[in-house]
């Protein structure tokens, strides 16, 4: 059984479109987060929720916008998509956020092209 | 913010080849983690180390979280330990995991 799971794992769509990437995670963990990878590899934080509650939104366009319906779920919609979103998506889980916390599950990663 | 640097930035190796890839940090840290990007992009989590030496089959780990670095050893490299390897820490106060830079690893047949 696959740990943390995100669709598509492929999305390629025109500028303007707004789409949505989807995660779901069986572990149990109460902390999921979105990451950002941009072409030169370099991992950056979107988003996190906690026991579906935001505690890190770091400085992302409000056209991003993630939702958690419950603790296992965090879902990122993207509003009026632009060239510069390209790059691969990733959602992470873990049990806990502060000190501690035992480290991240990764998903395997959604390659968004904006063509 | 905390800045995570590692070295070197690219290591090519013949397969059984040893190599020792290192994570410094500029501030104390209270979570640390070694990944593993396969050449597919999957994000694999070698070891949680804030702190001490682990070891799991060729792979082992240090952090001196006093001195600010950790270190990943690879013993016997194979073809497949070829991908992009990255740590990544949180500090006090903001408990998101920020990333180094990675070290490109390339292993020869």
């Known amino acids: 059984d696959t740990a943390v799971s995100q669709t598509p794992k492929y999305l390629v769509t025109q500028m303007g479109n707004d789409k949505s990437i989807k995660c779901e995670q069986n572990l149990g963990h109460d902390t999921m987060y979105w990451y950002k990878q941009d072409s030169k590899k370099f991992l950056k934080i979107m988003f996190s929720y906690n026991n579906k509650e935001l505690i890190i939104n770091e400085t992302v366009p409000n056209r991003f916008s993630p939702k958690s319906p419950d603790k296992a779920h965090l879902n990122l919609h993207i509003n009026s998509l632009e060239l510069g979103d390209s790059a691969v998506y990733f959602c992470a889980s873990s049990q806990g956020w502060q000190r501690n916390n035992y480290g991240y599950t990764f998903g395997s990663g959604t390659r968004l092209t904006v063509v | 913010g905390i800045q995570v640097e590692q070295s070197p930035p690219d290591l090519i190796l013949q397969e059984g080849a040893n190599s020792t890839l290192r994570c410094n940090f500029s501030d104390s840290v209270n979570n640390l983690q070694w990944f593993h990007q396969n050449p597919w992009g999957q994000l694999i989590n070698l070891f949680y180390?804030?702190?001490g030496t682990k070891q799991n089959g060729r792979l082992s780990a240090t952090t001196v979280a006093t001195e600010r670095y950790s270190l990943l050893y690879i013993s016997s490299s194979q073809t497949t330990d070829s991908g992009v390897y990255f740590c990544a820490v949180t500090t006090s106060g903001t408990y998101k995991y920020i990333f180094g830079t990675g070290t490109r690893l390339k292993v020869l047949a």
């Open positions: 180390i804030p702190s």
